[in-house]
């Protein structure tokens, strides 16, 4: 068994990991910017879309009001991508005007990696042991009539819309497709755009997408929903199709997964995904076993989002027509319950 490259303490009681968990937790719904006598914490995942003029005025305007030597703390606790958001070069350019003292700053990220010239601190992977908390036990058996891929999305995006589309059509009649994001919400996005995307548009008029019937019972139906709510119904979508399309928070990123390629690791889920650039390459860092055995797998080199969306498309067709289909699946599925225990370890370790 491969060495797993993940963040365990050596010596940590259940008390400790509790307090780790909650502190983690607490950070990540806070608000977006919080000042005391001793610290000022920013809120990275305010900032999920982009970094807009708006925030930097605001944050300039905190920081010459309010800035009297405090430690400067930016929480990026949900994989935010303070790159490419400008996150970052906010405060480089903060610390360039002597507005605030370069060793004031502290960044609180998932990166494994840090190659950037501020302090930082590694934040714990809480979502690998929280989310099997709120995990229910599944049927460990597909429905008979299960489709061949599903992909559940909350949030809207362009590229998660380019995803949905692409799946519908590369498996007509045999996808499970939850798209949460209302048609007008859509509209309003592409409305700013002429000539082009009007058979997706249309397509999205008349689709009917599936729904997660339990999780509408509980909550109404809002256009995003937290992941301990996906997370405690995901039983009840996991047998309805084979093959899970993840679509990841950060499809620019490679260096974090959040509970939604993690529900797939715990439960034993065969998926593809969309993030990064060689996002496959971080989970199989881990220990975890991805599925080049069975699914062309380059599609996570691809350079673009829409480039690997298209990518994967082909290499799940390629499956899909495969006389050996069901065995290649059931390849998959072993490859799966692997990764199962794999995820199981690393909660032992925790």
């Given at each position: 068994m491969k060495d797993l490259n993940f963040p365990i303490p050596t010596s940590v009681t259940a008390a400790d990991v509790g307090k780790v968990l909650e502190s983690d937790m607490s950070r990540a719904f806070?608000?977006?910017?919080?000042?005391?006598?001793?610290?000022?914490?920013?809120?990275?995942?305010?900032?999920?879309?982009?970094?807009?003029?708006?925030?930097?005025?605001?944050?300039?305007?905190?920081?010459?009001?309010?800035?009297?030597g405090q430690q400067i703390i930016i929480s990026a606790s949900d994989g935010e991508n303070i790159l490419n958001r400008g996150i970052l070069n906010f405060?480089?350019?903060?610390?360039?005007?002597?507005?605030?003292?370069?060793k004031a700053v502290v960044f609180e990220t998932t990166h494994r990696q840090w190659n950037y010239d501020f302090t930082h601190k590694k934040l714990n992977y809480y979502v690998v042991q929280v989310l099997k908390n709120n995990l229910q036990p599944h049927s460990e058996k597909i429905d008979v009539d299960a489709k061949f891929v599903g992909c559940t999305i909350s949030r809207f995006t362009p590229i998660r819309f380019r995803l949905a589309y692409e799946l519908d059509q590369s498996f007509i009649n045999d996808n499970f497709l939850i798209f949460r994001p209302s048609v007008s919400k859509v509209n309003e996005h592409f409305s700013?755009?002429?000539?082009?995307?009007?058979?997706?548009?249309?397509?999205?008029?008349s689709k009917k997408f599936d729904e997660d019937v339990m999780l509408?019972?509980?909550?109404?139906?809002?256009?995003?929903?937290?992941?301990?709510?996906?997370?405690?119904?995901?039983?009840?979508?996991?047998?309805?199709?084979?093959?899970?399309?993840?679509?990841?928070?950060?499809?620019?990123?490679?260096?974090?997964?959040?509970?939604k390629t993690a529900k797939c690791l715990a439960t034993g889920k065969p998926f593809v995904v969309l993030s990064g650039p060689g996002y496959l390459k971080t989970l199989q860092n881990f220990g975890f076993k991805t599925y080049s055995d069975v699914i062309d797998e380059s599609y996570d080199n691809a350079l673009t989002p829409t480039a690997r969306v298209r990518s994967m498309m082909q290499s799940l067709t390629d499956l899909y027509r495969s006389p050996d289909k069901e065995i290649k699946i059931q390849k998959l599925n072993h490859t799966a319950e692997y990764n199962k225990s794999i995820y199981d370890e690393i909660l032992r370790k925790i």
């Open positions: 806070d608000k977006m910017v919080t000042v005391t006598d001793t610290e000022i914490i920013v809120q990275a995942h305010y900032f999920n879309n982009n970094f807009s003029i708006i925030h930097e005025e605001a944050l300039l305007d905190i920081f010459e009001t309010y800035y009297h405060f480089e350019d903060l610390c360039h005007k002597q507005i605030v003292p370069r700013k755009i002429n000539g082009a995307y009007t058979q997706e548009l249309e397509w999205m008029k509408n019972h509980s909550l109404e139906k809002h256009s995003q929903v937290g992941w301990q709510a996906s997370a405690s119904t995901y039983h009840t979508l996991w047998p309805k199709y084979q093959i899970e399309c993840v679509a990841e928070t950060d499809s620019l990123s490679n260096y974090f997964f959040t509970e």
